[in-house]
Each structure stands twice: as structure tokens, then as C-alpha cells.
């Protein structure tokens, strides 16, 4: 059963445009969500993260969207660059499980110059 | 400072044969985390451990994959009688507090089986 979903799969958008990439999870005892990123034949690498007692998290351009209610979150990058295309991964955690996370499928973004 | 080192990067092994995947935490990291990556399933996760000692092995197949941690700076998972479904990338993380969800993975073995 997958815990966390990414949407859309797969995202295109031109250089200097917004893209959005959502998630959404199941446990609503989840109270942690990082974002990683990865570029092809590297591991993930932690990009930003927001706490479920936020709503909102920023960094750069960055910045990460958080609806408790709704159980959904978002990942905006704004000014997109050519060296943002990577895979990004939504995960979702627990205080107390010792940093065992449940990984969305990731969402593949290409930024074209 | 040195990242989370795997090796090997590569390894193809033929049906039924074994396979051992090594893993070097960052120095100081108090958990290793075991993870596997396929394009169908996404990252899996398999097994951890805090402080060398085995935590949660939820995720690991029973009756083939084995993880160990003889000591602090090394991990290995052995698969043995390997299949072609067990074909993936298999990632190794450290992290230094073990609560925070701040995982530093390494560039992942990929493992092929024939």
C-alpha cells in the first residue's frame, strides 16, 4: 500500500517558470516531510523539509506547502533552472521511528532553457 | 568530509548466486538505513540500524536478504540465491540523529541479476 503519492509523475516547464510538484499522503500520524533530490546515477540528497506544526517552509527558491487537514503538500520552485531537472521525492515520517521515512515514486521535472 | 561510500557501484551476479553489497557510513552517524530503488516501486524501504544494533528489518524479504553491522563504520547486505526481481538499486544512508529524518545516502549499488 502506497503511503505517499506524487503528482504528477513526470513535469516539464520552461526556464524561469514555477513548477509545482504535489504530494499526498495516508497516516496522518506522518508529522515530518522531507524533499529529496536526485540526478541520475546519484543518491537522493535532502533538498528541504517542513514539520506538520507549519504550514510553510522556504528556502531560496524553494518552498514547501502544507495542508494537515487535507493531508496534502506541495513543492514549489520558483525562477526554474535547467539544473533544477531531477527526480524529486516526497517522504513522509514519524517522531519516534527513528528516521524510517515512506518514499512517494517521485516526480521527474525537466526545466528547458 | 567523505559521503556515505557503497560498493560495489555495479555488480551483475547470475541466478541462485549470492550477492554481498558493502556500506560506509559518514563517520560519527549513529543509524544506517538500507533502501531499495526500482522504477516500478520507487525506494523501499528494508532495514536499519541504530548504534549497530538492528532496529526494523520490516522491509527486508525474509528468507533471502540478510543485513549486518559489525561495527560502526561498515553495513553490508547479503541477498543469497539472487533473482531477477531482486534486480535494483539498492541505497545506503546514514544519518547523524537517528529521529530527524535527515538521511545522507550514498550513490547506490546497482545490482543485476542475469
Known amino acids: 500500500q502506497q503511503q505517499v503519492r506524487q503528482s504528477p509523475q513526470s513535469l516539464t516547464v520552461w526556464e524561469g517558470e514555477t513548477a509545482i510538484l504535489n504530494c499526498s499522503y495516508e497516516?496522518?500520524?506522518?508529522?515530518?516531510f522531507p524533499w529529496y533530490q536526485q540526478f541520475p546515477g546519484e543518491g537522493p540528497a535532502l533538498l528541504i523539509a517542513?514539520?506538520?506544526?507549519?504550514d510553510k517552509k522556504e528556502d531560496g527558491r524553494f518552498t514547501i506547502f502544507f495542508n494537515k487537514r487535507e493531508k496534502k503538500l506541495s513543492l514549489h520552485i520558483t525562477d526554474s533552472q535547467p539544473g533544477d531537472s531531477a527526480t524529486y521525492f516526497c517522504?513522509?515520517?514519524?517522531?519516534?521511528?527513528?528516521?524510517?521515512?515512506?518514499f512517494g515514486k517521485g516526480a521527474k521535472l525537466t526545466v528547458s532553457p | 568530509n567523505a559521503g556515505v561510500i557503497q560498493t560495489p557501484r555495479h555488480k551483475v551476479t547470475g541466478k541462485g548466486q549470492e550477492a554481498t553489497l558493502w556500506c560506509e557510513p559518514i563517520?560519527?552517524?549513529?543509524?544506517v538505513f538500507w533502501y531499495r530503488q526500482t522504477i516500478v516501486q520507487g525506494l523501499e524501504f528494508l532495514t536499519y540500524?541504530?548504534?549497530?544494533?538492528?532496529?526494523?528489518d520490516s522491509g527486508m524479504p525474509k528468507e533471502r536478504f540478510s543485513a549486518q553491522m559489525p561495527n560502526q563504520s561498515h553495513s553490508t547486505l547479503k541477498i543469497q540465491s539472487t533473482q531477477p526481481q531482486d534486480s535494483a538499486v539498492y541505497l545506503c544512508a546514514s544519518s547523524s540523529d537517528w529521529n530527524t529524518g535527515q538521511l545522507y545516502f550514498g550513490e547506490g549499488s546497482k545490482l543485476t541479476v542475469l
Open positions: 540500524f541504530r548504534n549497530q544494533a538492528p532496529i526494523d
Open positions: 517542513i514539520r506538520s506544526v507549519s
Open positions: 517522504a513522509a515520517g514519524m517522531t519516534g521511528t527513528g528516521s524510517k521515512l515512506s
Open positions: 497516516n496522518s500520524a506522518f508529522d515530518y
Open positions: 563517520s560519527g552517524h549513529s543509524a
